[in-house]
């Protein structure tokens, strides 16, 4: 029976064995393609660029509906200055370390989250809201107290009505109750 050490020694050889036999499969194999490009007059470069052209897109083809509202909705975007052409938000924050950029938008990224005073970061020409300040309140027209006046009246009125009429309904109530009494129809029993 072998001992341990043998097994490790035999798995090392082994090892070794697998090493040099993939480098030859490699070798053979790049021997191959560099015979390739060479009887073709093909470089890297061409490699390269063949490999970074957009491959074919999934999904609905171009001229469809949802594409036609996204350009549209993108067109109001430029016009108004808010935007980018490609939905995004412009940056208004960016990271001097790696050159990271955020919005301001949605979750900040951990390199602005714990940051305190965030106006470092800040890139000139783009504006911070004072978080202190608060937006100006919607000013009341007279169109609008008048409207909200006449509501309240409606209501007051609705809910008079409906105490009128629920005295009523109880008088009524009564009234007949009284002329049952009268009549014998509800008379208690003797005791």
């Given at each position: 029976m072998p001992t341990l050490e043998q097994i490790q020694a035999k798995l090392r050889k082994l090892k070794s064995q697998e090493e040099t036999l993939i480098a030859k499969r490699n070798q053979s194999v790049l021997d191959n393609i560099r015979k390739l490009m060479e009887a073709h007059g093909l470089t890297t470069a061409d490699i390269d660029a063949h490999l970074s052209t957009p491959r074919k897109r999934r999904g609905r083809p171009a001229g469809s509906a949802v594409k036609l509202a996204k350009a549209q909705k993108s067109a109001k975007a430029k016009s108004s200055g808010t935007a980018t052409g490609n939905g995004k938000l412009p940056a208004k924050y960016r990271d001097p370390k790696t050159g990271a950029t955020w919005s301001g938008w949605a979750r900040p990224p951990l390199w602005i989250k714990d940051v305190k005073d965030r106006s470092?970061?800040?890139?000139?020409?783009?504006?911070?809201?004072?978080?202190?300040?608060?937006?100006?309140?919607?000013?009341?027209?007279?169109?609008?107290?008048?409207?909200?006046?006449?509501?309240?009246?409606?209501?007051?009125?609705?809910?008079?009505?409906?105490?009128?009429?629920?005295?009523?309904?109880?008088?009524?109530?009564?009234?007949?109750?009284?002329?049952a009494d009268a009549s014998g129809l509800y008379a208690t029993p003797a005791v």
């Open positions: 470092k970061f800040l890139i000139s020409g783009s504006t911070e809201i004072d978080p202190a300040r608060k937006p100006a309140a919607k000013k009341v027209t007279r169109k609008n107290a008048a409207a909200k006046t006449a509501g309240a009246k409606k209501l007051t009125t609705k809910r008079a009505f409906a105490a009128k009429a629920g005295r009523k309904s109880a008088k009524a109530n009564i009234v007949n109750q009284e002329s």
